[in-house]
Every structure is written in structure tokens, then in C-alpha cells.
């Protein structure tokens, strides 16, 4: 799983790579905490938290999955490091997310931060394939 | 470059209403400026124009980039009579982020030599960045108190004077909040962030007022040349943001309900007169207090270290602006007074001489117009103008408006040699982050001289200052 960081206007793009869209979510989640420890290898697994979601598209379920985190996060002043995803559902029915994220207390002297993720968005939102590969990707509100 | 909007007028260009557009879109800038405009302004600016019971034109002023739905520097006005619509997306995510400005009646040359143990200080003492709680604490039913009575509730609870709130836009109380809009979480979000200055482009600034343009206004407003001035950019933080996020979600799939054509998700909008319109106007007015008591706590845990530094200082609230709103106001149209509800989103109300909701010493100049420049550069105080309310419902621009993305500026400049620099320049920089400061280089934003010189040639608002910064802390 891979991730990166792509350019906007004013805020930060998230992206994420995999094999399934699972993963692609997974690396999408590491790159928006990548804003607040650079290297996630530097979070230690402290603290797991349960996440369930449901949203009409795959890219709804993105957003959503995103801003769940974020909002986790800055309520309880965490910063995740590790994520597992398991996606569920699509044709006639609503899409699924069931996941765990670990992290611990954001550190500001451990954690090399940039700037506060504080919301996923529908701008540049995309979940699909490239070539073998998933995608997943938006751009987030700092 | 070839643009598709028209000069219609020196620094006023239009974009024609073709197609789902319901009136022109119009921009109020320089040559250089549009022709270094985003295209994705010009296409939201369209769809902007396209949403129901729209007034006069969708405006976007001299600093405007791509934003979220509706540009940054974007202002819209709709008419609840007319099918008007509210848009969460119209608003921003950081709603009321805004500027808040104190004279202190000091010189420069008081306060030479002080200036770093002064930004030390202020570093130290106003929690900025993330991870750092905030300097009040509260419980749900407390914050309700913070979401219902803004400035006011600050004020209250001993953070500054009542007689600050009628130089604070709707004299600190936003009216018509409702915090049972807003959802738990994003009052969990705000509990520890009271009086906490965030990251990003926010930003807490010692500048110097280095020209007076306007010496009647400057006198009104208490800036003298050389005088120090204290200004607070920050806004609603965590809770501004969840609302936003919320609405945007709950408002997304009512769009069919109400027969509104939405070709941008962002622009996600509802009728004004709907339960989800009132049930967003309320949650939005509630993250306006939000915002308007968070400057308020910031100003006084400013005065704090000031007391420290300089016991006989007095420091007076100029004004507080906010930049991320919609609110409902009267306005002339073709001849008749209408109530609309005016989105500004990057874009700072701008009242001219003689309006009502001035405080009385300000009523024969305007409105003070805080505008945020970089952290190099300088940033800016204007006035409202008469003639601005028929140009775009009484609004100017907010700030410099960035021209580089921050992955673009992280190339461009290392945090630590750009913070060497500006030292060099004699502006001392405070950052919980050195990443975080090469992604807010002055280079990375339009320059700010250019946008206040067209807000005053277009009519949106007059110069009456320059301060530059020599202190700037930032998250």
C-alpha cells in the first residue's frame, strides 16, 4: 500500500494506492495523518478504535471514512498511524466500510507535523482503478 | 491570455449569463489579476450564478481562488422570496474565520529590543498548532453558552470589556444560533479548542502601521503612523469545520427533493425557507459565535502578555471581521429594499458611511476592512464605501489569496531558511512548525498591494492603512 500527497489551491490532495480498495482507502487515510506525523512509522499503536460507515457510493464511503478519522482524531487529540479497512456491498445496495485505526496522543515535540487535516472533501474525489492497481483519492481542508 | 470575462469598466470584468446561468458573473480585478485567475474560478463563478433566486451577479473579488462549490472571494446574495437558496458550501468550512485588530498606543521605538520576548511570550501564552489545549476547558452545556452568546458569552466570562462587542460585527451575538443544530461531535471537537489560534494560515501578528493613506479614517479608527497594532487571524476551528462537514452530507441529497441542479457536489444547497435551510442557518450562526468568542479569549490572553511587557499599555479593539458567512441583510435592489442572504466566503462585509449597525464613532467614516497579508509582505486596514453597496452588496476582498499550492511552496522554501530570512527583515517568526511556515512563504500568496489597490479602484473599499508585520506567530 502506498500513498501520497498531491497539489490544490489552497489545501492538500490525499492519495492512496492498493491492490483492492480496501487498501487504496488505507493508504488514503495514511497520507491525511501524514500531515500531522510525517513518518506514520513514528506513531506508535496506543490506542484502537472500531469504525463502521455506510454511504450511497464508494466515494461517499471515502469522505465519509476520512472525515470519521479526522474528527476521531481531533476530538480525542490522537494521530493514527495504521489502518484496516474491509469494504462490503455496491449494486443495488449501500456501501460498507468496517475499520480499525491505531494510534496514539499527538506529540507535538515526536510528531512532525505541517498543518491540521480538518475535513475530507468532494473535491478531485475519486475511487477506482488504474491500470491493476486502486486508487483513492480527495482533497482535504486544512 | 485570452479570459472569457470582459472589461466592463477599469479593474470590473463580467462573464456573461449564458446557459443555466441566472445572472452575470463578475470579478473585480486588475488585468494581471484575471489573467493569473484559476479557470476553476470562472466555472464556479457559472455555477454559482446558476443557483435559484440569485440577485444582481455572482461577484468574486481582487483576491479570489479556487475554492470549495463557490470560490474563495466569493459573495452571493439570494432572495429567501424568490426561491433563494443557503449553501453550506457557500459559507466555507471555517465558518466566521475573520480578523480581529487591537491599537495599543505604543511606537515601534517603545518596543525595539522587546520584540522577541514579547513573541516568545505570545507563543507561549495563546495556544496555536495542534495538540494544544486550549485556555479554557469546557463542558457540552457550557459550550451551548459559547454557541448562543459568542463575543458576548466571553466578555461575560471576564475576557475583555462590554463595551469592545459593538466593534465586533452583530455587536458579538450572532443571532438566531441554534446549538441543537449542531451535532455532538462537533461540539466535542470545540471543547478544549476555546481560544486556540489553529494552524495553517491563521495567525497571530505584531505589525506597524508604515503608511497612512486615508488620515481622517486612520484618526477614527486610532492608527497612527508608527504605532504598534495586534492583529488575530483565526475562526471557528474543529466545531466550524464539523458543521460544515455535516451539512454539506445532509444537504447533498435534497438537491432532487427541492429540483435544484447541482453540478458541483460542494454547492450542496437547500431553499432558505426549508427545515434543512433553517436547520443550517441555525448551526452556522452558531459556529459564527463560536468563532466571534474565540477571537475574543484570544484578544484577552493577548492583553495578558501585554500586561506583562507594558503595565501602562491600554489595548483597544479596532474591529473584528469576519471573512466565512452568510448572513441576512437589507439591501437596495432597483430601487427597492430587500432582506438577502449574502454569502461571503473569503470576503469581509464592508458597510459604507451611515449604515445603522456601525458603532456611532464609526458611523461617518465605514466600516474598518481587515485584510490579511503574508507574514514577509504586509497586510492591510480599509474602509467601507458608499459605493460598495452597488457594486457587490457591500463586500471586499479578505486577505492576499494564495497563488501557489502549499505542496508547490514546500518546494520552493525551507522552513527554517525562510524563517532566517525574515529575521533578517527584522520580523521575528514563532512556529509550532517549519514545514508548516514554508507552506505560508510570502511568495506563495498574490502580492497584497496589487489587491488592495484594485478593492479601492473598483469601489469595494478605500485604503487607510498599511501596518507591516515585525512578529508573527503562527500554528
Not at chain 2, 443 to 456: I, L, N, P, R
Request: net charge negative; with cysteine; hydrophobic share 40%.
Amino acid at each position: 500500500m502506498e500513498f501520497e500527497q498531491f497539489e490544490h489551491g489552497a489545501d492538500v490532495g490525499v492519495r492512496g494506492y492498493g491492490s483492492t480498495a480496501a487498501e487504496a482507502f488505507e493508504g488514503a487515510a495514511r497520507a491525511v495523518f501524514s500531515l500531522l506525523a510525517e513518518d506514520p512509522a513514528s506513531v506508535r499503536p496506543a490506542v484502537e478504535t472500531r469504525i463502521e460507515l455506510e454511504a450511497a457510493g464508494r466515494e461517499e464511503l471515502l469522505v465519509a471514512y476520512l472525515n470519521e478519522l479526522i474528527s476521531l482524531a481531533d476530538t480525542k487529540g490522537l494521530v493514527f498511524g495504521d489502518f484496516d479497512v474491509e469494504i462490503r456491498g455496491g449494486g443495488k445496495r449501500t456501501w460498507q466500510l468496517s475499520g480499525k485505526a491505531r494510534g496514539e496522543p499527538f506529540d507535538p515535540e515526536r510528531h512532525a507535523c505541517t498543518v491540521q487535516p480538518k475535513g475530507a472533501t468532494y473535491t478531485a474525489l475519486r475511487v477506482g482503478t488504474e491500470g491493476r492497481r486502486w486508487v483513492a483519492q480527495c482533497v482535504v481542508d486544512v | 491570455m485570452e479570459t472569457a470575462f470582459r472589461e466592463v469598466e477599469p479593474n470590473v470584468w463580467e462573464l456573461p449569463a449564458e446557459g443555466p446561468m441566472r445572472v452575470a458573473g463578475r470579478i473585480y480585478a486588475s488585468r494581471e489579476l484575471v489573467d493569473a485567475l484559476d479557470e476553476k474560478v470562472r466555472e464556479q463563478l457559472a455555477n454559482v450564478a446558476a443557483l435559484p433566486g440569485i440577485v444582481g451577479a455572482a461577484y468574486a473579488m481582487p483576491d479570489a481562488h479556487w475554492g470549495y462549490g463557490f470560490p474563495i472571494g466569493g459573495v452571493a446574495a439570494f432572495d429567501p422570496d424568490a426561491g433563494g437558496i443557503v449553501s453550506a458550501g457557500g459559507v466555507g468550512f471555517d465558518i466566521s474565520c475573520g480578523v480581529r485588530a487591537y491599537t495599543t498606543g505604543l511606537h515601534a521605538t517603545e518596543i525595539a529590543g522587546k520584540v522577541e520576548a514579547i513573541a516568545h511570550d505570545l507563543y507561549r501564552t495563546v495556544p496555536a498548532g495542534v495538540g494544544w489545549g486550549g485556555a479554557v476547558r469546557l463542558t457540552l452545556d457550557e459550550l451551548d453558552q459559547v454557541l448562543l452568546g459568542g463575543a458576548r458569552w466571553a466578555v461575560e466570562s471576564g475576557w475583555g470589556d462590554i463595551s469592545e462587542l459593538a466593534r465586533v460585527e452583530e455587536n458579538g451575538c450572532m443571532k438566531g444560533a441554534d446549538p441543537s443544530r449542531v451535532s455532538r461531535r462537533a461540539r466535542e471537537r470545540q471543547l478544549n479548542e476555546v481560544g486556540t489560534l489553529g494552524s495553517g494560515n491563521h495567525y497571530l501578528e505584531l505589525q506597524v502601521v508604515d503608511e497612512v493613506f486615508d488620515a481622517a479614517a486612520a484618526r477614527a479608527f486610532g492608527l497612527a503612523s508608527g504605532e504598534l497594532v495586534v492583529a488575530i487571524h483565526c475562526g471557528s476551528r474543529g466545531l466550524g469545520h464539523q458543521i460544515g462537514t455535516d451539512y454539506l452530507q445532509r444537504l447533498l441529497p435534497l438537491a432532487g427533493k427541492y429540483g435544484i441542479h447541482l453540478p458541483d457536489r460542494e454547492l450542496a444547497c437547500v431553499p432558505i425557507r426549508s427545515p434543512e435551510g433553517q436547520d443550517y442557518l441555525g448551526a452556522m450562526r452558531a459556529g459564527i459565535n463560536c468563532a466571534l468568542a474565540n477571537r475574543q479569549v484570544i484578544g484577552g490572553l493577548v492583553r495578558r502578555v501585554f500586561a506583562r511587557h507594558f503595565p501602562a499599555a491600554t489595548l483597544t479593539l479596532l474591529y473584528d471581521v469576519s471573512h466565512n458567512t452568510c448572513k441576512a441583510e437589507e439591501h437596495e435592489v432597483e430601487g427597492r429594499k430587500r432582506v438577502l442572504y449574502v454569502h461571503r466566503k473569503g470576503a469581509t462585509r464592508a458597510f459604507g458611511p451611515g449604515h445603522a449597525e456601525l458603532p456611532e464613532e464609526f458611523r461617518d467614516v465605514g466600516q474598518p476592512v481587515l485584510i490579511g497579508g503574508t507574514m514577509g509582505t504586509a497586510s492591510f486596514v480599509l474602509v467601507g464605501t458608499a459605493e460598495s453597496e452597488r457594486r457587490a452588496f457591500s463586500s471586499s476582498c479578505h486577505g492576499a489569496g494564495r497563488r501557489m499550492s502549499r505542496t508547490a511552496a514546500k518546494g520552493l522554501w525551507q522552513g527554517r531558511a525562510l524563517i532566517r530570512e525574515l529575521a533578517e527583515k527584522g520580523i521575528v517568526i514563532k512556529s509550532h512548525t517549519a514545514k508548516g511556515a514554508a507552506e505560508e512563504a510570502p511568495g506563495a500568496y498574490k502580492d497584497v498591494e496589487e489587491v488592495a489597490a484594485v478593492a479601492e479602484a473598483a469601489g469595494l473599499s478605500r485604503r487607510v492603512a498599511r501596518v507591516r508585520p515585525i512578529a508573527c506567530i503562527k500554528g
